[in-house]
């Protein structure tokens, strides 16, 4: 079992920065790799952005690539996402998300707010 943390949401006005920081317990030993996940409402989850841990290689959806910036430290089994620049289409709750076999686990989700 995998359990996760979300911190860091709030409200911004458009242009601002926020952190969000999850950070997971449990067999953490298992995790290899973390991601973030939105869902505006009335609308899918959507990947934002994923770390590896082993590799540290990255990815960003298309829509906050140069704005949001995923980061982890593994020995505090956390990952972070810096969001600069922030629009007001960027307003979601926010998931924190990691896949160990068979389960993939969620956060509870923070709420990001911005306002234009």
């Known amino acids: 079992q995998v359990q996760l943390v979300e911190s860091g949401g709030g409200l911004v006005q458009a242009g601002g920065s926020l952190r969000l920081s999850c950070t997971a317990s449990?067999?953490?030993?298992?995790?290899?790799?973390m991601a973030w996940y939105r869902q505006a409402p009335g609308k899918e989850r959507v990947l934002v952005a994923r770390?590896?841990?082993?590799?540290?290689?990255?990815d960003y959806a298309d829509s906050v690539k140069g704005r949001f910036t995923i980061s982890g430290d593994n020995a505090k089994s956390t990952v972070y996402l810096r969001m600069n620049s922030l629009k007001p289409e960027d307003t979601a709750i926010y998931y924190c998300n990691t896949y160990v076999p068979p389960v993939n686990y969620w956060g509870q989700g923070t709420q990001v707010t911005v306002s234009s």
């Open positions: 770390i590896n841990w082993n590799s540290g290689n990255t």
């Open positions: 449990g067999r953490t030993f298992s995790i290899w790799n």
